[in-house]
């Protein structure tokens, strides 16, 4: 874990804010910025601050705090740590939902923080690396959805085989510069207004 990272501190407690704050120092972490604001508001000083990661201490979260943490992640996709003195199921559930990466019950302690910012950063990049893999799989099905869909149009069209449709398609495309999906779009496209 690289000692240069940005990390935003969110605690409107001066006394923990501290605690955190000098537990970053010791393991070497110096470039930080302290927030005393709640979680209303987080969206824009996250932008604000642009930081590498996110420690929030909230000693107990309320519903509302876990919602905004939800637009929080779904805005600003930054590995988030949330401290909180008391919980229940519902609430981690809530929190591991909204995007928060390490969720700690009762453990503000200044010698955890590095171990726990660890933890946070490689479940956030894992995270990531799925949910890129997931929208790589969805762009590759609507694609092969599209192909399929525009060779039907073709095969009927111009009365060929499966696979000669698809050959017409991916010489069209070669020649064009453009990739079959793009190809299969125009046909789709046409089609439809063609109709």
Known sequence: MKPDL???IVD??????AIIDEG???AGFTDLVR?????????????AHDPDVVVIDLEDPSRDALA????VSRHVRRPITMFVD???TASIEAAVEAGVSAYIVDGLKKERLKPILQTCISRFNAFRKLREELDE???QLEERKAIDRAKGIVMRLKGLSEDEAYALMRRTA??????????ARSIITAAEVLK
Do not use: H, Y
């Open 6 to 8: 940005k990390i935003l």
């Open 86 to 88: 008391q919980s229940d």
């Open 24 to 26: 970053l120092r010791e």
């Open 12 to 17: 409107a407690n001066p006394v923990r804010a």
């Open 174 to 183: 070669m020649n064009e510069k453009r990739k079959l999906a793009d190809i």
């Open 137 to 139: 799989a969805r762009s």
């Open 68 to 71: 905004d943490m939800f637009l």
């Open 35 to 47: 927030i005393g604001a709640s979680t209303t508001g987080l969206v824009a000083a996250i932008e």
